[in-house]
Nanobody, 123 residues
Framework: EVQLRESGGGLVQPGGSLRLSCAAS????????MTWFRQAPGKKFEFVSGITSGGTATSADFAKGRFTATRDNAKNIVYLQLNSLKPEDTAMYYCAAALSFVVTTDALAYAYWGQGTQVTVSS
């Protein structure tokens, strides 16, 4: 059974940083791309960043220069480093797996999702 479990969210002031983690199990983690999405209240799922099995990351324009996806294939964990956070980054952040070798930005392509971790950016 595929399981994804996020952690690391919280309340942070504007300009602050957080590191989100997603622990994966139930599939050959090192073989597949992993992706981060987010969803703000009343909005659709939004692609944030994805990373291939080899460590090549692709990010949304709003995330470039601020958010970085990395992975540890030995620990089956994918990370999302969030820097220079803004109030508009407030959302539930999810990791997702499509068991694909490529990063897809369409949330509908993903069959497996974690429960999410809340990030709130506020002073």
């Amino acid at each position: 059974e595929v399981q994804l479990r996020e952690s690391g969210g919280g309340l942070v002031q504007p300009g602050g940083s957080l590191r989100l983690s997603c622990a994966a199990s139930g599939f050959s983690f090192s073989s597949y791309a992993m992706t981060w999405f987010r969803q703000a209240p009343g909005k659709k799922f939004e692609f944030v960043s994805g990373i291939t099995s080899g460590g090549t990351a692709t990010s949304a324009d709003f995330a470039k220069g601020r958010f970085t996806a990395t992975r540890d294939n030995a620990k089956n964990i994918v990370y999302l480093q969030l820097n220079s956070l803004k109030p508009e980054d407030t959302a539930m952040y999810y990791c997702a797996a499509a068991l694909s070798f490529v990063v897809t930005t369409d949330a509908l392509a993903y069959a497996y999702w974690g429960q999410g971790t809340q990030v709130t950016v506020s002073s």
